[in-house]
Every structure is written in C-alpha cells, then in structure tokens.
C-alpha cells in the first residue's frame, strides 16, 4: 500500500494482469466502453520525450521482456516552468514490461521523468529519478512539486518516506542521499 499525500488515503498499486481484470471490469460495469479508451501514441510527443519512452523499451528488452505497454497516463503535459510552454511528466508507474514487471518501480518508487520545451523550440529533461509519489501543488507561474522519495533521501531508510518539494525552472535538477 502506498500512502497518497494529497488526499490521505491508502492507495494498493495495481500491476499487471489483476490491474487489467479489474479495470474491464469497471469498464464493462459502466457506459464507457474499451473503445472509448484513449491508446497511447508515442509519436505525438516531442524528441525529448520520445528518447525517455524508447530507453524504457530499452530497459525492458535488455532486461528480457515483451513489447511495452505505456499507459494513456503514462506522459502528463502542463506548464511547469510558467513559460507557457508544454513541460511533460513521463510517469512509468503504469507502464508494463511483460515479464519483467519490476523494471521501471522498486521499494524506491517507480521511475519519473520531467521534460520541459526551451524558449527556441527542442526539450531539455530536468529530472529522472525513481519516485513514490509527486504531487503538482496547485497555483500560477513556475509550480513546485512535492516528490515523495524513499526515506533514505532524509537520512532515514525505506519507511517512513521522505517528502521533498522543488520550484520546477528550466534548469535540472536531482535529489542526492545525504552522506
């Protein structure tokens, strides 16, 4: 269970194939039909973001697994700088390399990237790091995001997590355990 910041509640991570029998059955239960359901399509992103979504096939294929499967919610697109530019969240948590199904999460958390577009056009990636959980905190101009990391990030261990927060500008950046 993962205990979601925003809303206080206890979330279960889903994966796999109880993920997909779960969700036809909510599907099948209401009027939306899995044809309604948006596909992911890869290509309608930048080069920026289509580099970390083909280094996640990569990662699988190298690690023995299938041909991925990006859910529609794996890329998230937003103002993150406050340029008024789309900026991109690449969030594998519900990305599924058939076979290997802990390539892209571990007792870390599971891999997120954020992309943001430069002034003259093309992407810069500002952070990839294995993350728990991230909420965007509502507001205008550059946002910040509070990261939840494992509990090692605040000089603890795994539990309980350590909870870091970053004004997203177009500079990159990461978070280090400390020594």
Known sequence: MIWHVKTGLKRIALTGRLAYVLFTAVVGCGSASAEDVKAFDANAYPAGVQKILQSARDECKAEG?????????????????????????????????????????????????????????????????????????????????????????????GNPSCIKTHRITPQPFKFTMPK
């Open 65 to 157: 697994g299938g041909e991925v499967q990006f859910a529609a919610d794996t890329v998230r697109i937003l103002d993150l700088t406050g340029a008024g530019r789309n900026d991109y969240i690449i969030d594998l948590r519900n990305a599924e390399c058939p076979g290997r199904e802990s390539t892209y999460c571990g007792t870390g958390g599971c891999e997120l990237s954020i992309v943001a577009t430069l002034p003259a056009g093309g992407t810069r990636l500002l952070f990839e790091q294995q993350v728990r959980d991230y909420e965007v905190v509502p507001g205008s101009g550059a946002r910040t995001i509070r990261f939840t990391l494992h509990g090692g990030y605040c000089g603890g261990h």
